[in-house]
């Protein structure tokens, strides 16, 4: 699996639109990217995924390049309760187990 | 349930005993995760069901951890022999199909090894 590396920790104001890039240089065909937001005290909670181009939900935005070599979280004008740790995971579609692997993530605390 | 259940969510044991730690995944959901996950870190994947068959080990560290999940729903992970090191939040994730399905994750249960 391709490994990932992101910051390890943002800081951001309320209000603010945070983008919270990973790189993951060795991603292969079969993978799509996923993260992860995980609150304290709390089991991980997926937010979002995506192969190209960008993706949307009610929650965030998934900005990929063409070379998918980095993907970048994007996070709309943030609260308090956006302080969490985000994990950014590469899965395989053609493997034949599912689990996902998560690094260290990266810690964003919003400040009022 | 609403999500997945884990019980108990603490569990403090002296070194050398057993114990079991139990999943409740959502109704339905074909996949079953166990995860481990240490302060600070991500967590760590252990082993993964689908339906009743363990389909994936070897995140397990040693053989004196297994898991089991005989009717394809409730799991329990075991850890024979506790040692200090294997003091961690122990996570169960539960996902709908086998593919690249979101994973819902219980609430853990915290193991102190004494």
């Known amino acids: 699996l391709a490994k990932t590396t992101q910051p390890i920790s943002m800081d951001s104001y309320e209000g603010q639109e945070v983008n919270i890039t990973c790189s993951h240089n060795?991603?292969?065909?079969?993978?799509?990217i996923t993260w992860y937001q995980q609150f304290p005290s709390q089991g991980p909670r997926f937010i979002i995924q995506g192969y190209k181009t960008k993706v949307t939900n009610e929650v965030a935005s998934l900005f990929i390049p063409a070379d998918r070599k980095s993907s970048t979280l994007s996070l709309p004008r943030v609260s308090l309760s956006d302080t969490a740790v985000y994990y950014c995971l590469v899965q395989n579609s053609g493997a034949g187990s599912y689990q996902l692997t998560f690094g260290k993530g990266t810690k964003l605390s919003v400040i009022p | 349930g609403a999500g997945v259940s884990q019980s108990p969510r603490y569990k403090v044991t002296k070194r050398g005993q057993d114990v079991a730690l139990r999943c409740d995944p959502i109704?339905?959901?074909?996949?079953l995760y166990w995860y481990r996950q240490a302060l600070g870190q991500g967590p760590e994947f252990l082993t993964y069901?689908?339906?009743?068959?363990?389909?994936?080990k070897s995140g397990l560290p040693n053989d004196r951890f297994s898991a089991e999940r005989p009717e394809g729903s409730i799991s329990t992970l075991t850890i024979q022999r506790t040692e200090q090191r294997d003091s961690a939040m122990y996570r169960c994730?539960?996902?709908?199909?086998?593919?690249?399905?979101?994973?819902?994750f219980g609430p853990g249960t915290r193991l102190t090894v004494l």
């Open positions: 109704s339905g959901h074909v996949s």
């Open positions: 994730a539960s996902s709908l199909g086998q593919g690249l399905d979101e994973q819902f």
């Open positions: 060795n991603i292969a065909t079969n993978d799509y």
């Open positions: 069901f689908n339906y009743e068959a363990q389909q994936d």
